[in-house]
Structures are given as structure tokens and as C-alpha cells.
């Protein structure tokens, strides 16, 4: 289970730092980062780590958002500085896991974040 919070109001130019808990029984992260969905938008990919940890940023967070984790990967950051009302969306953390030989994705239920100017 992935449990997102850090999410809330915030003034353009601000800064946030949400963070992604991984819960349940140990297993192997194949892939894990976060996603956005603003109002009328697609979810779209805000950064994650690879299953190499080799890390991806959008295009529109270069710069500004970096995201991380901690020493036992049960939890993932993002580090959110310069905000701008376009960041405005709901966040969620995604992975994918690999338990048993099985992958199987998950999401976390999302943490709204207002940037407002």
C-alpha cells in the first residue's frame, strides 16, 4: 500500500515536500515515482526512479522538483521548490513491484496540491 501526504495550499514560488510510505510486506520496487492529474488534464509522470535507479524528470519540473529516497526504500520524496499555479493538480505515488516473480503496480490514494498566485 503507498500512502501519500505532504500535500497543500502554497504561494507561487513556494515550496513542498511530499512524501510516498510504503506499506505491507517487503518487497522488490521495480519501478517507483510520482504522477499529477490537474482538472481536465491527463495524469501525466512527474519524475520516478527506474528499475536501475536511474532517475526521470517532466520537462516542466527540471530544475525545480527532485525527488529521493530513503536508506530502506520504504519511502519516496519529492522535494517541490519554485512552485508555480501550473503545478496546481492532485499527486499521486505509483510503483511497481515485484513479489514472488510477480509484478503488480500500485497507487496511492493522491494529495492535492494548490499553488495559487
Known amino acids: 500500500q503507498l500512502v501519500e501526504s505532504g500535500g497543500g495550499l502554497v504561494q507561487a514560488g513556494g515550496s513542498l515536500r511530499l512524501s510516498c510510505a510504503i506499506s505491507?510486506?517487503?518487497?522488490?520496487?521495480?519501478?517507483i515515482g510520482w504522477y499529477r492529474q490537474a482538472p481536465g488534464k491527463e495524469r501525466e509522470l512527474v519524475s520516478s526512479?527506474?528499475?536501475?535507479?536511474?532517475?526521470e524528470y517532466a520537462d516542466s519540473v527540471k530544475g525545480r522538483f527532485t525527488i529521493s529516497k530513503d536508506s530502506a526504500e520504504r519511502t519516496v520524496y519529492l522535494q517541490m521548490n519554485s512552485l508555480k499555479v501550473a503545478d496546481t493538480a492532485v499527486y499521486y505515488c505509483?510503483?511497481?513491484?515485484?513479489?514472488?516473480?510477480?509484478?503488480?503496480?500500485?497507487w496511492g490514494q493522491g494529495t492535492q496540491v494548490t499553488v495559487s498566485s
Open positions: 526512479y527506474n528499475n536501475v535507479n536511474d532517475i
Open positions: 505509483k510503483g511497481d513491484f515485484i513479489d514472488r516473480d510477480i509484478l503488480f503496480e500500485r
Open positions: 505491507g510486506p517487503a518487497v522488490t520496487i521495480n519501478t
